[in-house]
């Protein structure tokens, strides 16, 4: 089944770069690769998404590793506002669109 | 442009008692998809709704079902309610079926009792 996998928490200081890695070495050819974030309180918000180049953003980069066995979303400079919990998925194309969410990445960022 | 709109915002029930939860597409979407998020966990999908007709449907039993309505538009019911039921309901939006980005709703906070 395919599946993705998280850190469950990372810490950076604002200002500074973010690296958010995900593992889904499961993924097939035609599954996409996306990013979603959710503040507290707040529904789930799209922040990137790519199949197999990198891909850059008004808000991050999507590093896609050669064998798309993994990928890091970059924030290139945070601020306390890039807080939330940050979800690695996988859009399944051969089962009508299907979404598998990680258990998402809990970014902190301190003054 | 409106984006994805939920009602109500929160809900209390008691054990066995009925919801239904409604949710507005973003302007231009016709696809419907619903998930649950219990505390502190991702979101699992329910089922999704495309023209009218449920399109594909997660792990979840009976006692959970949709309409999607002409104008796009769709509800969530929920039968029988368990404690466990309680969690944010979130409703999300796309267009063709699903295959496009998904846009989410500010969810449904559910407290049942």
């Known amino acids: 089944d395919a599946k993705t996998t998280q850190p469950n928490s990372m810490e950076s200081n604002e200002e500074e770069p973010v690296h958010l890695p995900c593992n889904h070495s499961?993924?097939?050819?035609?599954?996409?690769i996306h990013w979603y974030r959710q503040l507290p309180s707040q529904g789930p918000e799209y922040v990137i998404h790519?199949?197999?180049?990198?891909v850059n953003n008004r808000m991050a980069s999507l590093a896609i590793a050669e064998d798309r066995k993994s990928s890091t979303l970059i924030l290139h400079r945070a601020t306390l506002r890039d807080a939330a919990v940050y979800y690695c998925?996988?859009?399944?194309?051969?089962?009508?669109?299907?979404?598998?969410w990680g258990a998402g990445t809990k970014l902190i960022i301190k003054p | 442009d409106a984006g994805v709109t939920q009602s109500p915002t929160h809900l209390i029930k008691t054990r066995g008692q009925q919801v239904t939860l409604r949710c507005s597409p973003k302007s231009g979407h016709d696809t419907v998809s619903w998930y649950q998020q219990a505390l502190g966990q991702g979101p699992q999908f329910i089922f999704q709704?495309?023209?009218?007709?449920?399109?594909q449907r997660g792990n979840f039993p009976d006692r959970f079902s949709g309409h999607q309505f002409p104008n796009y538009s769709s509800e969530l019911n929920v039968n029988a309610l368990l404690l466990g039921d309680s969690a944010l309901y979130l409703c999300a939006s796309n267009r063709g079926g699903g295959k496009e980005t998904q846009y989410f709703g500010p969810g449904t906070r559910l407290l049942v009792l």
């Open positions: 709704y495309y023209e009218e007709e449920e399109r």
């Open positions: 499961t993924i097939s050819g035609t599954d996409y």
């Open positions: 998925i996988l859009i399944l194309m051969d089962s009508n669109y299907q979404l598998i």
């Open positions: 790519g199949l197999t180049s990198n």
